[in-house]
C-alpha cells in the first residue's frame, strides 16, 4: 500500500512537496515513480528513483524543477516541486515496481491513491 500526501493549491512559481509512504512494501527494494494525470488528458511518468544505486531520472517538462527522492528508514519518497507552472496542475501519483525506472505505468504494479495539485496563474 503507497499512500500519497502533499498536493493542494500554489501560486505559480511556488513549491509542493510530495510525499510517498509505503506499508507492507520496502521501498529500498524497488523502483518508485511518480506520474501524474491532468484533466482529460493520459497518465504522464514525471520521476522516478531506482533500486539499483538509487538513481533518478526525470520528465522533460520537470527537469531541472523537481527532485525525487527517497527516504529508507522512513519508507517514503518524496517529490519535491519548485517553480511551480499551471500545466503541472495534476493527479499525482506515487507507484512501485520492480527492476529499473520505466515510463510506462504497467511496468509499475503498486499505486498510490492520488493527491491533487493545482497551480493557479
Known amino acids: 500500500q503507497l499512500q500519497a500526501s502533499g498536493g493542494g493549491l500554489v501560486q505559480a512559481g511556488g513549491s509542493l512537496r510530495l510525499s510517498c509512504v509505503a506499508s507492507?512494501?520496502?521501498?529500498?527494494?524497488?523502483?518508485m515513480g511518480w506520474f501524474r494525470q491532468a484533466p482529460g488528458k493520459e497518465r504522464e511518468w514525471v520521476s522516478c528513483?531506482?533500486?539499483?544505486?538509487?538513481?533518478?531520472s526525470y520528465g522533460d517538462s520537470v527537469k531541472g524543477r523537481f527532485t525525487v527522492s527517497k527516504d529508507n528508514a522512513q519508507n517514503a519518497v518524496y517529490l519535491q516541486m519548485n517553480n511551480l507552472k499551471s500545466d503541472d496542475t495534476a493527479v499525482y501519483y506515487c507507484?512501485?515496481?520492480?527492476?529499473?525506472?520505466?515510463?510506462?505505468?504497467?511496468?509499475?504494479?503498486?499505486w498510490g491513491q492520488g493527491t491533487l495539485v493545482t497551480v493557479s496563474s
Open positions: 507507484a512501485a515496481g520492480s527492476g529499473s525506472c520505466s515510463v510506462w505505468p504497467d511496468r509499475y504494479r503498486y
Open positions: 507492507g512494501r520496502t521501498v529500498s527494494r524497488y523502483a
Open positions: 528513483t531506482s533500486s539499483v544505486h538509487g538513481s533518478t
